[in-house]
């Protein structure tokens, strides 16, 4: 069964979430990992230029939860910047070489004020929620806690790894040979937009109304009445660690206060689906004219040009002689 199809708007907020392979913890919390997030972060939005804002984000020792404003298709871009540059040096910090992530994230719309504070309440009672820690600031891992209710500006560092193998053999490397060295340490800002429903908040009011979001998540953890891990358990997990039972929950089609605005979406989903499968169709026949819907990728082969490479001479060694047949036909 094939991947949902990526529906993207003209401009929009999502709720995005990625999980880590096995959900395993690889992303177990402690100051090396949170610093080389925040600046992988810092530097992904950087590179959006502007095609995605920030509004608040998590992250758990499995998976990560942001909470996005993005322009058209700036999301893809922007997370296959983010991914990939997580995989490369948190795994190298955890000594993780495989894939590192589980499957495609999920970006889904959130179409009300309503909706978008019910996300951003979700995000702050991580840590609480799954019973590590009684309070949302105690929780070890990066979290937009801090920036949302003090400075929305904050400096981390991204770790050039294009200028540590530029200086690579020469003496100048000396100084700096490991991969997170001072050395390729370079700041890196990290700046939370404000929820549009909230720009109307004074610099007071913002940080209150976040205090009350918080209050209400550990407030109902202390109604649960169960004992906490507590943080210093969460730090000492093995990155590597894979859990006996994970939860599995199909992705929702959007985020909204009102049924009515999620079957509108349904229906709208529906008809982008519709108009890239007959796109799809005349783009398998031969039609380069066929349009796609609005920022939607469509395939980067020329169809002429398969039908003429199809028609070359295809030289195989022999023990793949069985395939030549269907590979010619």
Same mark, same amino acid.
């Given at each position: 069964?094939?991947?949902?199809?990526?529906?993207?708007?003209? +401009?929009?907020?999502?709720?995005?979430?990625? =999980?880590?392979?096995? &959900?395993?913890?690889? %992303?177990?919390?402690?100051?090396?990992?949170?610093?080389?997030?925040?600046?992988?972060? !810092?530097?992904?939005?950087?590179?959006?230029? /502007?095609?995605?804002?920030?509004?608040?984000?998590?992250?758990?020792?499995?998976?990560?939860? %942001?909470?996005?404003?993005?322009?058209?298709?700036?999301? @893809?871009?922007?997370?296959?910047?983010?991914?990939?540059?997580?995989?490369?040096?948190? &795994?190298?910090?955890?000594?993780?070489? /495989? /894939?590192?992530?589980? $499957?495609?994230?999920? @970006?889904?719309?959130?179409?009300?004020?309503?909706?978008?504070?019910?996300?951003?309440?979700?995000?702050?009672?991580?840590?609480?929620?799954?019973?590590?820690?009684?309070?949302?600031?105690? #929780?070890?891992?990066?979290?937009?806690?801090?920036?949302?209710?003090?400075? !929305?500006?904050?400096?981390?560092? #991204?770790?050039? #790894?294009?200028? *540590?193998?530029?200086?690579?053999?020469?003496?100048?490397?000396?100084?700096? +040979? /490991? *991969?997170?060295?001072?050395?390729? @340490?370079?700041?890196?800002?990290?700046?939370?937009?404000?929820?549009?429903? #909230?720009?109307?908040?004074? +610099?007071?009011?913002?940080?209150? @109304?976040?205090?009350?979001?918080?209050?209400?998540? +550990?407030?109902?953890?202390?109604?649960?009445?169960?004992?906490?891990?507590?943080?210093?358990?969460?730090?000492?997990?093995?990155?590597?660690? $894979?859990?006996?039972? %994970?939860?599995?929950?199909?992705?929702?089609? &959007?985020?909204?206060?009102?049924?009515?605005?999620? =079957?509108?979406?349904?229906?709208?989903?529906?008809?982008?689906?519709?108009?890239?499968?007959?796109? !799809?169709?005349?783009?398998? =026949?031969?039609?380069?004219?066929?349009?796609?819907?609005?920022?939607?990728?469509?395939?980067?082969?020329?169809?002429?040009?398969?039908?003429?490479?199809?028609?070359?001479?295809?030289? %195989?060694?022999?023990?793949?002689?069985?395939?030549?047949?269907?590979?010619?036909?």
């Amino acid at each position: 069964m094939g991947w949902p199809l990526r529906m993207f708007q003209e +401009e929009g907020y999502y709720f995005v979430t990625s =999980r880590c392979f096995q &959900g395993r913890m690889l %992303l177990r919390p402690s100051l090396e990992v949170n610093e080389v997030v925040g600046g992988v972060l !810092a530097k992904a939005v950087q590179h959006s230029a /502007g095609g995605v804002r920030l509004h608040a984000f998590t992250f758990a020792s499995n998976h990560f939860h %942001l909470l996005v404003w993005a322009r058209g298709a700036s999301l @893809a871009s922007f997370m296959q910047y983010l991914r990939a540059n997580l995989s490369k040096k948190v &795994g190298r910090l955890v000594d993780w070489s /495989g /894939g590192f992530w589980e $499957r495609r994230y999920s @970006a889904e719309p959130v179409l009300d004020d309503t909706a978008l504070v019910g996300r951003l309440r979700y995000v702050l009672a991580h840590g609480v929620k799954e019973g590590w820690v009684e309070k949302c600031a105690q #929780w070890p891992g990066l979290t937009c806690l801090p920036q949302l209710l003090g400075a !929305a500006r904050r400096l981390f560092h #991204w770790f050039n #790894w294009t200028k *540590r193998w530029s200086k690579r053999g020469s003496e100048e490397q000396a100084v700096g +040979e /490991g *991969r997170f060295a001072e050395e390729w @340490a370079e700041p890196v800002e990290l700046e939370l937009a404000p929820l549009p429903c #909230w720009k109307g908040l004074g +610099e007071e009011e913002r940080p209150r @109304a976040v205090r009350a979001l918080v209050e209400k998540v +550990e407030v109902e953890a202390r109604a649960r009445n169960k004992p906490v891990l507590g943080a210093r358990a969460a730090r000492a997990q093995h990155p590597h660690t $894979r859990p006996e039972h %994970l939860k599995r929950s199909p992705r929702p089609l &959007g985020h909204s206060s009102t049924r009515q605005a999620l =079957r509108e979406l349904r229906e709208q989903y529906r008809g982008f689906v519709a108009a890239f499968r007959e796109a !799809a169709a005349r783009w398998g =026949r031969g039609d380069c004219s066929a349009p796609f819907p609005p920022f939607f990728f469509p395939p980067r082969v020329v169809p002429g040009c398969v039908a003429q490479v199809s028609t070359l001479p295809i030289f %195989l060694p022999a023990r793949w002689r069985w395939r030549e047949q269907y590979l010619t036909s």
